[in-house]
């Protein structure tokens, strides 16, 4: 399977004064906004970290869903957080934060599950971060 995805930003002005606006193909974001407040401070609209942290916490948990599949579990809840952290101009670390509820694993199974999607999920593969887990079984 191949294919390819768009968006697009634009961004009008200086790195601390201007304002920018960023586009999805799906439209799910549509001139959302995007300047130094939203990404350095607490200013209305998103910024590059919160989308990595979007992409990655949806990647690794639709790889996740299909490993448990494939092992013949089916997920009543998957909900992970990607906290990714940013210092002095670098993405350093993206951290994944699972709960899950699996009705019938193992925590051994679900622990060898979590982690093989945090190394396949495509999202992980692309970034040069240091990615960790902590994932928690709740049922």
């Known amino acids: 399977m191949k294919f390819t995805r768009r968006a697009n930003a634009n961004w ?15 439209t799910t974001l549509n001139n959302a906004q ?12 998103t910024n590059p970290e919160e989308l990595i942290a ?6 690794y948990t639709m790889q996740l869903s299909f490993l448990l599949n494939e092992a013949g579990f089916t997920a ?5 957080e ?19 509820t699996v009705p019938g694993i193992t925590e051994q199974d679900f622990q060898t599950a979590a982690q093989k999607a945090k190394e ?14 902590s994932a928690t079984l709740i049922g």
């Open 12 to 26: 009008q002005g200086t790195g601390m004064e201007g304002t920018g606006k960023i586009s999805t193909e799906s």
């Open 34 to 45: 995007l300047s130094f407040k939203t990404r350095f401070a607490d200013g209305v609209g």
């Open 54 to 59: 979007a992409a990655h916490s949806g990647c």
């Open 76 to 80: 009543d809840n998957l909900d992970t």
């Open 82 to 100: 990607a906290q990714v952290t940013f210092e002095d101009g670098t993405i350093t670390k993206i951290h994944l934060k699972l709960e899950a």
């Open 120 to 133: 396949i999920c495509p999202v992980s593969k692309l970034l040069k971060a240091e990615i960790t887990l």
